[in-house]
């Protein structure tokens, strides 16, 4: 797994070199307990959150074999407390059709992660706990 960190770390990296070169963004390198590569959550989350320019960006295995890059999310909230992020990822190829989930990640100032995936238009939902580490 530690080449995906470096892959999702490298690729954010370039996706952001553009910001000011005195402001980093904090990355959140997040893996939930319940991840699985082949299931709806996946191991391993990276979210880069430039502050000063308010840019997420987020990555993980399924972005990176759909789109090949990074994408873009969006910060719903943040305090002392916690750090909320969304992102939708569209026309994921499902067994049967095309479909677009939804995702909410918080994560809290002790390193704890709750994520939500809901599949869009659809009553159910995945969730997980697990574990963020923070890095500027």
Do not use: H
């Amino acid at each position: 797994m530690k080449s995906f960190v470096e892959g999702c770390l490298v690729a954010i990296a370039l996706a952001v070199a553009a910001s000011a070169a005195d402001a980093k963004p904090v990355v959140y390198d997040c893996k939930p307990e319940a991840g699985r590569s082949d299931s709806v959550i996946q191991p391993e989350y990276v979210i880069s959150y430039d502050r000063a320019t308010g840019e997420v960006l987020v990555n993980d295995p399924i972005i990176m074999d759909t789109v090949g890059k990074p994408i873009a999310g969006k910060l719903q909230s943040e305090s002392d407390v916690r750090v909320v992020f969304d992102w939708q990822l569209k026309s994921l190829k499902g067994p049967s059709n095309t479909t677009s989930w939804k995702y909410r990640a918080r994560v809290f100032a002790d390193g704890r992660l709750s994520l939500t995936v809901v599949p869009v238009g659809y009553d159910n939902e995945f969730s997980s706990e697990g574990r963020c580490t923070r890095s500027k």
